[in-house]
C-alpha cells in the first residue's frame, strides 16, 4: 500500500445545516470491492430526515438565492480550494469505497473541484438580455433567476464528478440542494460536500443517503422542490422521468452510454491503441462515456486487436491503494455478477473471447476482448458498464456509422482519421452528443455534456450546465 492510512467511517447526514445521524431503521455495509472487507455500516435516512431536509432546502433558498452572484461565487471558490487542501484524504476514501486506482481517485477529487470552480465563476455570467422594446418610453428585459430547491441523486461509479456537475450548477445558479449521494460510495462524497459546506450559510447544500426508491419518491413529489437531476440506468432515468412528470417538475438526465470509437484505415494505430486501451479501461470500464464498441477498419483488424489485446494484458489488477495497480476491482459484487454474465451470454452468442486473469478475491473482472461479435450479441446492445470491449471489423464509413448508430443509447462517440470528409460526414451523421475526434477528450467543465436517445435529457456542465438551474424571466415596463 503506497498511500498513507486514512481512517474509514461511513457520514452521518448533513441535514437542516449540521451533520447528524440519520434516524431511519436502514442499514448498509460497505465493503471494499477490492478485497471484500466491511469497511463500515451506512445508516439510512427516514422519513423525519427527509421532511427536515425538504423544510431547510425551502428555508436556505431563500436566503441563499438573495446573495449576490459574486459573493456566491467567491464562497464557492474557497470551498474548492478546502477540497483541493484534502485532495489526498477524500480520494483515499473513494479508493476504499470504490475500488478505484489512488491515482484515477486523485484525478476525480481535482475534475470536481474544478467543475464546481467553473460554475461559480460561470455563475458571475449569468447574464439577462434587454430586447428592443416595442413601444416610447418602454423597456422589456429577460432575467435568469435560480430555479429553486433542487433534488439531485449521483451514482457510484464516478462518486465526486457527477455529483460536482449538480452541486456546482445548483450551488452557482442561487438554488438550494438535496443530493442524495450512492449508497454504496458514501465517504468521499460526504468529505468533498462538508468542505464546500463549511463556506456556505447553513442549509444551502444537504446531503442524504437512504432507500434510493424512498428518497427520490419523497423529495420529487414535495412542492419544495423544483428541480430535479439524475445521473444513472435507463431504467430508473424512466422512473424519475415518469415522476418528475407527474408532478411537473424540470428534469435533467444523464444514463449511460455504449460509445462506438471508429478506427478508420488512416489511423496511427501505435497512437490509437494506447489512447483507447487506457480510455477504455479506465474505472474498470464503469464510465458513461467510455468507449465500448470498437470499428475498426478491416486491414487494421488483426493489429488492432493483437495490440488492444497486448495492452489489456499489461494491466496490473490489484488493491487500489497499491502504486503499482493500473485497474480496481468493479465497485460492488453486483456489477462483478452482472459483466460476468454479460461476458457469459455474448460468448454464447458467437463472440470470439480474449482475456487475461483476475485476482480470485474480490469484485476483479479481467479485461475483455469480444471479437468479430454477431449482430446479436448482448454485449453490443447492452451497456458493458465494465472492461469489455466489443471490436467489430467495417468496409465502408457508411457501415461503421450505421453499426456506430444502432444502439438505443448515444452519449459519446470517438473517431480516428486524418480525412477532412471522413470528420465531415461523421459529424453530420453520428447520433452521439459529444464527439472526440483523434482524441478522447469528451467531457470538460465549460461544455456541455449529455446524451441523446435514450442517453439521457438535457447537459450538465457548460454554460447549458447553469442554464438547466435558471428560470428565464421576461419583465416589460411601460412608460
Ligand atoms: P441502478 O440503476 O440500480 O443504480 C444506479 C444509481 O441510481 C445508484 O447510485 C442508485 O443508488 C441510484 N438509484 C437506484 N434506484 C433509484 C431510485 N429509485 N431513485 C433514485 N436513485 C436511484 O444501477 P446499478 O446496478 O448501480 O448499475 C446498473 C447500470 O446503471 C450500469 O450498468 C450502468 O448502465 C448504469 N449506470 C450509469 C451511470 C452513469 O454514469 N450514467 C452510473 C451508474 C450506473
Known amino acids: 500500500m503506497s498511500a498513507a492510512p486514512v481512517a474509514y467511517r461511513c457520514p452521518d447526514l448533513l441535514v437542516g445545516g449540521r451533520w447528524r445521524p440519520a434516524t431511519g431503521e436502514g442499514r448498509r455495509e460497505i ?27 425551502d428555508a436556505a433558498f431563500q436566503a441563499w438565492r438573495a446573495v449576490p452572484a459574486h459573493e456566491r461565487c467567491a464562497r464557492l471558490e474557497r470551498g474548492v480550494a478546502r477540497i483541493r487542501a484534502d485532495v489526498e484524504r477524500i480520494a483515499t476514501l473513494l479508493t476504499l469505497e470504490q475500488g478505484k486506482p489512488l491515482a484515477e481517485a486523485r484525478a476525480e477529487c481535482l475534475m470536481a473541484a474544478d467543475l464546481v470552480k467553473w460554475y461559480a465563476e460561470e455563475a458571475r455570467r449569468a447574464y439577462g438580455r434587454i430586447v428592443p422594446a416595442r413601444a416610447p418610453g418602454s423597456r422589456m428585459d429577460v432575467h435568469k433567476l435560480p ?18 456537475r449538480k452541486l456546482g450548477g445548483a450551488l452557482a445558479a442561487g438554488c438550494s440542494i438535496v443530493l442524495k449521494g450512492a449508497e454504496e460510495t458514501p465517504a468521499a462524497l460526504a468529505a468533498f460536500v462538508d468542505a ?22 419523497t423529495l420529487i413529489a414535495s412542492p419544495v422542490i423544483r428541480k430535479v ?8 432515468g424512466r422512473a424519475l422521468a415518469q415522476l418528475a412528470g407527474q408532478h411537473l417538475k424540470r428534469i435533467t438526465l444523464e444514463l449511460g452510454g455504449h460509445a ?11 497512437r490509437v491503441v494506447p489512447l483507447l486501451a487506457q480510455h477504455k479501461f479506465r474505472n474498470a470500464g464503469q464510465a ?22 497486448a495492452a489489456a494484458r499489461g494491466l496490473r489488477l490489484g488493491h487500489g491503494l497499491d502504486g503499482a495497480t493500473t485497474m480496481g476491482p468493479l465497485a460492488n459484487a453486483r456489477r462483478q455478477a452482472a459483466v460476468r454474465d454479460l461476458i457469459a451470454r455474448s460468448r454464447q452468442a458467437g463472440a470470439r473471447v480474449l482475456a487475461g486473469d483476475a485476482p480470485v478475491d474480490g469484485c476483479f473482472v479481467a479485461p475483455t476482448l469480444l471479437v468479430e461479435p454477431p449482430a446479436d450479441t448482448p454485449a453490443l446492445h447492452e451497456e ?16 461503421a456509422i ?28 453520428l447520433e452521439v452528443g459529444a464527439l472526440a475526434v483523434n482524441g478522447i477528450g469528451v467531457s470538460v467543465p465549460e461544455a456541455p455534456f449529455g446524451g441523446c436517445k435514450d442517453s439521457g435529457h438535457g447537459s450538465e456542465s457548460g454554460i447549458e450546465g447553469l442554464e438547466a438551474f435558471h428560470d428565464t424571466r421576461f419583465m416589460h415596463y411601460s412608460a
Not at 430555479?147 to 460536482?164: E, I, Q
Not at 462506438?260 to 501505435?270: E, F, M, R, S
Open 384 to 399: 458493458p458498464f465494465g472492461p469489455v470491449a466489443c471490436i467489430q471489423p467495417f468496409d465502408t464509413v457508411d457501415e
Open 288 to 309: 458513461c462515456l467510455a468507449p465500448t464498441r470498437f470499428l475498426v477498419a478491416r486491414p487494421l483488424l488483426g493489429r488492432f486487436v493483437d495490440a488492444f489485446d
Open 31 to 57: 465493503v471494499d470491492p477490492a478485497d471484500g472487507r466491511v469497511l463500515d455500516m451506512l445508516r439510512l435516512a427516514g422519513a423525519a430526515d427527509l421532511d427536515e431536509a425538504l423544510r431547510t432546502a
Open 260 to 270: 462506438p470509437a471508429i478506427v478508420c484505415a488512416d489511423a496511427d494505430l501505435d
Open 402 to 429: 450505421a453499426l456506430a448508430n444502432r444502439s438505443d443509447y448515444g452519449l459519446a462517440g470517438y473517431l480516428y482519421t486524418d480525412s477532412a470528409r471522413t470528420i465531415h460526414t461523421v459529424s453530420q451523421r
Open 147 to 164: 430555479v429553486g430547491p433542487v433534488a439531485a441523486f449521483a451514482p457510484w461509479n464516478f462518486p465526486l464528478v457527477l455529483s460536482a
Open 229 to 236: 437531476s439524475f445521473t444513472g440506468s435507463v431504467p430508473v
Open 196 to 217: 464546500l459546506a463549511q463556506e456556505l450559510p447553513a442549509g444551502v447544500v444537504q446531503l442524504v443517503y437512504g432507500e434510493p426508491a424512498q428518497v427520490s419518491a
